[in-house]
Structure formats: C-alpha cells, structure tokens
C-alpha cells in the first residue's frame, strides 16, 4: 500500500549542528504533511505542518521543505540541542475525508553535548 | 487547558480476553482518532470518530471498534486478543475534522500474553 518512509532509521548529531531529517512519500493525493516528535514513554507532539500549495515553512528553529516533483519533505532543525533527542516521524493526510494520517517509520535522532 | 487524557496507561491481558481503552480530548474537540503502535508496523490508523460517528476506519480486523460519546470522549474495544495486539494504542484529538494537528495523548500500554 502507500506509505510514507524515511531515509535513515537513526541520525546522531553534536550539540550545536544543524540536523536534517528526510521522508520520501508515494501518494501524489497527499495535501498535507505533518512532522511529529515522539519522547520516550510519551505520545507524539506536533512540531510543523505544511500543505501543498507550499513548499516551506519555518517555525521556531525548525524549517520543513516539500518538494512535490519528487515527493520528499524534509525536517531542518537548527542549533540541535540535547532536548532534540527523540524519535521524529513525518505523516501525510492522503487526500481522503477526515484527519487521518499515514505515518513514516520514524528517525531516531541522538545528540550529543 | 488538559490535553489528551487515556485510560489506563498499562494494562495486562491474556490471549482470548477482550479490552476497552478510554480517551477524553482537549475540551472543545470533537474528532478523536485512534493510532496502534508497534515496533514493526510503526503508527497504523485504526478509526477516527466525529460527532459520534466513525468517519474513517483503517486496515485492522473487526475485532478493533471504536466509539463516540456526546461529550466527544471516545472508547476503543479489542475482543479475542491476540498476541500481535500488544502495543501501544494512541488516542489523538482535533477540533475539527479537516487534516490539521492533531494532539496525541500518551498512550495505553497493552500487553497480551
């Protein structure tokens, strides 16, 4: 079926780099991505979202890149921090009603001070 | 303002039994959509509720239902538990039922032996 995958199942980082996390998605219907982080014992936390009709969006620190000709998203995470450290999952809503999302396989990100 | 609540956090059952998970969204928030958790699988949709009524259902067995209450808190039931049906379930709401953040709770643990 359709899903959404990251490249890299784990990423380790110094305090201070810039990180790049990428996802490659196959649903040409997708409208909308999201961006999730997921500490240990707890339920995801929204980071950033974006919709189609862009193609980047920044928030604090954090920048997501769509490029819908070859259907990759990408998580910047600037000055990455010891508190960064958890696993990222990028998500698509594949066009049907409602809020339902497809989840990557997530990247562990581990930084290091 | 609470955020997602789940009941119970952990939880024991063996092969055979059945079980019933509970979720109150953020107040104000009428979608409430249901994620399983697995190390191999990843966050797989189950269902998504609005209104009292199931709006989308993913690709999970009938032994996996779900409902809605009038003051939006949702249950989700898993009859003749398998062992694969260990994982975590994630109980997430929005205020409306349009692709948008969703806020995850931090899960029920299920454990099938």
């Known amino acids: 079926g359709e899903s959404v995958g990251l490249h890299l199942p784990t990423l380790s980082v110094q305090e201070g780099d810039n990180s790049i996390i990428n996802c490659a998605y196959s649903?040409?219907?997708?409208?909308?991505f999201i961006w999730y982080k997921q500490e240990s014992g707890k339920g995801p936390q929204f980071i950033i979202d974006i919709r189609s009709n862009m193609d980047k969006r920044q928030g604090q620190r954090v920048t997501v890149l769509l490029n819908k000709t070859v259907k990759h998203l990408s998580l910047q995470i600037a000055a990455t921090q010891p508190g960064d450290s958890a696993v990222y999952f990028c998500?698509?809503?594949?066009?049907?009603?409602?809020?339902?999302?497809?989840f990557g396989k997530g990247t562990t990100l581990s930084v290091s001070s | 303002k609470a955020g997602v609540t789940q009941t119970p956090r952990y939880l024991i059952k063996t092969r055979g039994q059945q079980v019933t998970l509970s979720c109150s969204p953020i107040s104000g928030h009428r979608s409430v959509s249901w994620y399983q958790q697995t190390p191999g699988q990843g966050l797989q949709f189950l269902f998504e509720y609005f209104s009292e009524t199931q709006r989308n259902k993913g690709n999970f067995p009938g032994r996996f239902s779900g409902r809605q209450f009038s003051n939006s808190r949702s249950e989700m039931n898993v009859s003749t538990l398998e062992l694969g049906d260990s994982a975590l379930y994630l109980c997430?709401?929005?205020?409306?039922?349009?692709?948008?953040?969703?806020?995850f709770g931090e899960g029920s643990r299920l454990t099938v032996l």
């Open positions: 649903n040409s219907a997708s409208d909308y």
């Open positions: 998500a698509e809503n594949p066009g049907q009603a409602g809020t339902a999302l497809i």
């Open positions: 997430a709401s929005s205020f409306v039922q349009v692709p948008g953040e969703l806020f």
